[in-house]
């Protein structure tokens, strides 16, 4: 396999995903920070030479630039047990990491965003009025996911995949966004179940 490199802010659930895939396939990657907060992938030399959409994660596979976590982890968990090898179970761990992507993600991250890093008192007069429905939103997937997983040890499969990467990294954070995740038993077990599974790391 090509050098990896993973051009990251550390503190990002999307980084952290990426992070985590690579430890359970035992993938070596080497990582560069940028200061968000500064603005340094907005920087003409960022867009230039690593993501013209101005964001991180990017996957630096030797000279090739693989943006968007997702199909990074894909890319690192190819051929591992991580991606089931049934074509419905397949399928279905996709569905859970697209979910994520737009049912999940955009509201738990985004208000933990919001409450720990930007800070409530420095929000927009647009982002204090998308407060409510987010919160709405994101209790509502932590509902589905309690359901779901009140049935099953893993989002798909029966087992450990890639979706259960997907979804711990932000799901596992939630209450920094403000999310009583005691509120959600199933999630909780569930993100023990992931936490305990070999070769985890720390965000």
């Avoid at 340094?40 to 867009?47: E, I, K």
């Avoid at 991250?109 to 420095?122: I, K, P």
């Avoid at 996911?145 to 939630?174: E, Q, W």
Wanted: glycine fraction near 6%.
């Amino acid at each position: 396999m090509s050098k990896l490199i993973l051009h990251e802010y550390a503190q990002s659930g999307n980084c952290y995903k990426i992070r985590l895939t690579a430890a359970h396939v035992g993938v070596a990657i080497e990582r560069r920070d940028y200061d968000i907060m500064a603005g340094a992938t907005r920087s003409p030399a960022f867009l230039a030479s690593v993501n013209p959409n101005g964001r991180i994660p990017v996957l630096q596979i030797g000279d090739d630039f693989l943006p968007e976590s997702g199909a990074a982890c894909l890319y690192l968990a190819d051929g591992s047990p991580l991606i089931p090898h049934d074509r419905f179970d397949r399928a279905d761990m996709l569905h859970w990491m697209f979910w994520e992507q737009y049912n999940h993600e955009p509201n738990i991250a985004t208000l933990r965003f919001w409450h720990a890093f930007v800070g409530e008192d420095r929000l927009s007069d647009l982002q204090r009025v998308q407060v409510p429905a987010k919160q709405a939103a994101g209790a509502a997937a932590l509902a589905l996911m309690d359901a779901h997983l009140a049935k099953t040890p893993f989002l798909a499969a029966g087992r450990f995949s890639v979706a259960d990467i997907a979804l711990y990294a932000y799901t596992h954070v939630a209450d920094e966004g403000g999310f009583a995740l005691r509120q959600y038993p199933a999630v909780t077990a569930w993100l023990a179940r992931v936490a305990a599974q070999p070769n985890h790391i720390p965000m």
